[in-house]
């Protein structure tokens, strides 16, 4: 009897915590890119310390997990390191999602390399070449005798769309690419093996004191095989677009944002965001990106 | 009379209960069964069962052409899943009969639970030590520039199945009568030789059921393999190069894929390849069993 009724009042006691206990605050949630998970986790990470009763959750995932995220509501802010494509805008309308555009930050994609690999300076049609599987071996490039060693993103990652557009002029990787699960898996598995290249967004290469991390070694890239290459760490050089492979980091909401979401996005693309933007590494949006974030807002 | 009447009613509740027990584990089977079938059927609308099951190349998002070759991949997932059992069947059957022959009772106190303990290692951590302690070992051993290859994933599975082998080939080697020990003593063999010849054969069942579990546990892993073997597309030419397992590719492609299109079906098809692998080998080992056991008798 005595222990039917203790176990009577426990029930009781939990059912009633979870009813009478407050409603949770709703949370901004924010998902996709894995070039931007960092960076967005710092800038909300300051946000919510400066803005009293703000709440935002960021997750990874890749710019395609983001994407299908806001098409399917279970995210406020699709972060993406890459366009959305035409087959996945059309799925958006046909959901009644209408996807609408915030340019927070600009990346200048790094190709790097093991330290102890003599290669300097590549053209972008060459990295194409080599990611497409063409090339096999370093001595090609005026290296030493030792096998490619491809490091790449999954089919989920906004960046391996955009290096298979821009660089590989849309065809196949090659097979023997490894897939890595993020920027920081590539980083460090590049560390460790002397043949390997790999593509990250610049934000990855710097470590805890804003130095390029030791035993990296970034490839410098021209447009045309005897160019002046540029590294993707020079921010006159993206800007210009000199450094031919830098891309706008998106950040995507479902129609005219919310006034929290506003709010955050409008920080963001402010001052105080793009500064620590800048401190993470990344490049500030230009003139008409604000422009074109600030019509977005309204 | 109504103490009688409740008793039965007791009964008859008690047994309502167990039966139901019973027949939901039935149901949850053939349900997770009959979703996968229902979801993969779609997929061969469009896909060809050869060029699914025979084809190499795996790639649904290519710009080029989309391809749906699964060969590759369960080529990978038989590589890594035998490598693992390679390693772990001798070392588990092993550990098992030192456990139940050889040990002092105080060694086996020791060594019985901290097995059970690595059984509880999430297989995160798994990998994570695969990628910090097991990979840069691979390549210096195997003079390969990094180690996410099968070799990796062989040895972590391999870590992954040996508790499931040796606790279960433990409990059927110390499950033989020990009439069997006595026996084979008395007529005067040695004790490695009433172990090899009397014991092993006689708990053979228990030890056939260990493997195939650990084998299960191989087949299905997806973390620990999708960390550290590379995921790379190619057919794998031998241990040392990156594969690509079918589970690790279902986790990758399932978080972007848009629901209902033909790659959605497909991955629920390499559902059903694997389900169905898993129920292969666990019917062979039945078979192995009721035929050793038709022997026995």
């Not at chain 1, 102890?116 to 090339?135: D, F, H, W």
């Not at chain 2, 979801?39 to 099951?53: G, M, N, Q, Y």
């Not at chain 2, 007529?187 to 708990?203: M, Y």
């Given at each position: 009897m005595?222990?039917?009724?203790?176990?009577?009042?426990?029930t009781?006691a939990?059912?009633?915590s979870?009813l009478l206990?407050?409603?949770?605050?709703k949370?901004?949630?924010?998902?996709?890119?894995?070039?931007?998970?960092?960076?967005?986790?710092?800038?909300?990470e300051?946000?919510m310390?400066?803005?009293?009763?703000?709440?935002?959750a960021?997750?990874?995932?890749?710019?395609?997990t983001?994407?299908?995220?806001l098409?399917n509501?279970t995210?406020?802010?699709?972060?993406?390191?890459?366009?959305?494509?035409?087959?996945?805008?059309d799925?958006?309308?046909?959901?009644?999602?209408?996807?609408?555009?915030?340019?927070?930050?600009?990346?200048?994609?790094?190709?790097?390399?093991?330290?102890?690999?003599?290669?300097?300076?590549?053209?972008?049609?060459?990295?194409?070449?080599?990611?497409?599987?063409?090339?096999?071996?370093?001595?090609?490039?005026?290296?030493?005798?030792?096998?490619?060693?491809?490091?790449?993103?999954?089919?989920?990652?906004g960046?391996?769309?955009?290096?298979?557009?821009f660089?590989?002029?849309?065809?196949?990787y090659?097979?023997d690419?490894k897939?890595?699960?993020?920027?920081?898996?590539?980083?460090?598995?590049?560390?460790?093996?002397?043949?390997?290249?790999?593509?990250?967004?610049v934000?990855?290469?710097?470590?805890?004191?804003?130095n390029?991390?030791?035993?990296?070694?970034?490839?410098?890239?021209?447009?045309?095989?005897?160019g002046?290459?540029?590294?993707?760490?020079?921010?006159?050089?993206?800007?210009?677009?000199?450094?031919?492979?830098?891309?706008?980091?998106?950040?995507?909401?479902?129609?005219?944002?919310?006034a929290d979401?506003?709010?955050?996005?409008?920080?963001?693309?402010?001052?105080?965001?793009?500064?620590?933007?800048?401190?993470?590494?990344?490049?500030?949006?230009g003139?008409?990106?604000?422009?074109?974030n600030?019509?977005?807002?309204? | 009379?109504?103490?009688?009447?409740?008793a039965?009613?007791?009964?008859?509740?008690?047994?309502?209960?167990?039966?139901?027990?019973g027949?939901?584990?039935?149901l949850?089977?053939?349900?997770?069964?009959?979703?996968l079938?229902?979801?993969?059927?779609?997929?061969?609308?469009?896909?060809?069962?050869?060029?699914?099951?025979?084809?190499?190349?795996?790639?649904?998002?290519?710009?080029?052409?989309?391809?749906?070759?699964?060969?590759?991949?369960?080529?990978s997932?038989l590589?890594?899943?035998?490598?693992?059992l390679?390693?772990?069947?001798p070392?588990?059957?092993?550990?098992a009969?030192?456990?139940?022959?050889?040990?002092?009772?105080?060694?086996?106190?020791?060594?019985?639970?901290?097995?059970?303990?690595?059984?509880?290692?999430?297989?995160?951590?798994?990998?994570f030590l695969?990628?910090?302690?097991?990979?840069?070992?691979?390549?210096?051993?195997?003079?390969?520039?990094n180690g996410?290859?099968?070799?990796?994933?062989?040895?972590l599975?391999?870590?992954m199945?040996?508790?499931?082998?040796?606790?279960?080939?433990?409990?059927?080697?110390?499950?033989?009568?020990?009439?069997?020990?006595?026996?084979?003593?008395?007529?005067?063999?040695?004790?490695?030789?009433?172990?090899?010849?009397?014991?092993?054969?006689?708990?053979l069942?228990?030890i056939?059921?260990?493997?195939?579990?650990?084998?299960?546990?191989?087949?299905?892993e997806?973390?620990?393999?999708?960390?550290?073997t590379?995921?790379?597309?190619?057919?794998?030419?031998?241990?040392?190069?990156?594969?690509?397992?079918?589970?690790?590719?279902i986790?990758?492609?399932l978080?972007?894929?848009?629901?209902?299109?033909?790659?959605?079906?497909?991955l629920?098809?390499?559902?059903?390849?694997?389900?169905?692998?898993?129920f292969?080998?666990?019917?062979?080992?039945?078979?192995?069993?009721?035929?050793?056991?038709?022997?026995?008798?």
């Amino acid at each position: 009897m005595k222990k039917i009724i203790i176990i009577a009042i426990a029930t009781l006691a939990l059912l009633g915590s979870l009813l009478l206990a407050a409603p949770a605050k709703k949370m901004i949630q924010v998902k996709g890119s894995d070039t931007m998970v960092n960076l967005v986790q710092i800038l909300t990470e300051e946000y919510m310390g400066k803005t009293p009763g703000a709440a935002i959750a960021v997750l990874g995932g890749g710019s395609g997990t983001g994407i299908t995220g806001l098409i399917n509501q279970t995210c406020d802010i699709a972060n993406s390191s890459r366009e959305w494509k035409p087959k996945e805008i059309d799925q958006a309308w046909e959901k009644g999602i209408k996807p609408r555009f915030f340019i927070t930050a600009v990346d200048g994609l790094s190709i790097v390399i093991n330290e102890k690999n003599p290669i300097e300076q590549l053209t972008v049609a060459q990295v194409g070449a080599l990611y497409r599987g063409e090339v096999k071996n370093w001595k090609a490039f005026g290296g030493s005798v030792k096998a490619v060693s491809l490091y790449g993103r999954q089919s989920n990652s906004g960046t391996y769309v955009f290096m298979q557009e821009f660089v590989l002029g849309n065809k196949n990787y090659s097979a023997d690419m490894k897939e890595m699960n993020g920027n920081a898996q590539i980083i460090e598995s590049i560390l460790q093996d002397e043949g390997a290249v790999g593509y990250v967004g610049v934000g990855y290469l710097y470590d805890q004191t804003g130095n390029i991390r030791k035993g990296l070694k970034i490839i410098k890239i021209s447009k045309e095989p005897n160019g002046t290459g540029y590294l993707p760490t020079d921010k006159a050089a993206v800007d210009s677009g000199n450094y031919p492979i830098s891309r706008p980091l998106y950040m995507a909401t479902n129609g005219k944002p919310k006034a929290d979401v506003a709010q955050f996005l409008a920080w963001i693309c402010g001052p105080e965001g793009q500064a620590i933007v800048e401190r993470e590494g990344f490049f500030t949006i230009g003139a008409d990106h604000k422009a074109q974030n600030d019509k977005n807002l309204k | 009379m109504k103490k009688r009447k409740w008793a039965n009613l007791k009964e008859s509740a008690i047994r309502a209960f167990f039966l139901t027990c019973g027949i939901l584990a039935v149901l949850v089977l053939v349900g997770i069964f009959a979703t996968l079938l229902a979801t993969a059927v779609p997929a061969f609308k469009e896909i060809r069962l050869s060029e699914f099951l025979l084809k190499k190349n795996w790639d649904p998002t290519s710009p080029e052409k989309a391809e749906y070759g699964l060969l590759s991949m369960i080529v990978s997932t038989l590589m890594v899943t035998g490598g693992a059992l390679l390693l772990a069947v001798p070392i588990g059957i092993g550990v098992a009969a030192y456990l139940s022959d050889v040990a002092h009772w105080r060694v086996r106190e020791i060594v019985k639970p901290v097995v059970e303990i690595l059984a509880g290692i999430p297989s995160v951590v798994v990998g994570f030590l695969g990628i910090v302690l097991f990979g840069p070992a691979i390549a210096k051993i195997f003079h390969t520039g990094n180690g996410l290859n099968a070799v990796n994933g062989s040895v972590l599975l391999a870590i992954m199945a040996l508790p499931t082998i040796i606790s279960i080939s433990e409990d059927s080697l110390n499950a033989v009568p020990s009439a069997y020990n006595e026996a084979s003593l008395a007529l005067g063999a040695s004790r490695w030789q009433t172990l090899f010849r009397v014991k092993v054969p006689a708990a053979l069942s228990g030890i056939i059921a260990a493997c195939m579990l650990g084998m299960g546990r191989a087949i299905g892993e997806t973390m620990t393999v999708l960390m550290v073997t590379g995921n790379a597309r190619a057919f794998p030419h031998g241990f040392l190069s990156s594969v690509r397992t079918m589970t690790a590719n279902i986790a990758i492609e399932l978080g972007e894929v848009p629901y209902y299109t033909t790659h959605y079906y497909a991955l629920f098809a390499i559902g059903l390849v694997l389900f169905v692998m898993t129920f292969i080998v666990n019917l062979a080992a039945d078979v192995i069993l009721h035929k050793y056991q038709e022997r026995e008798q």
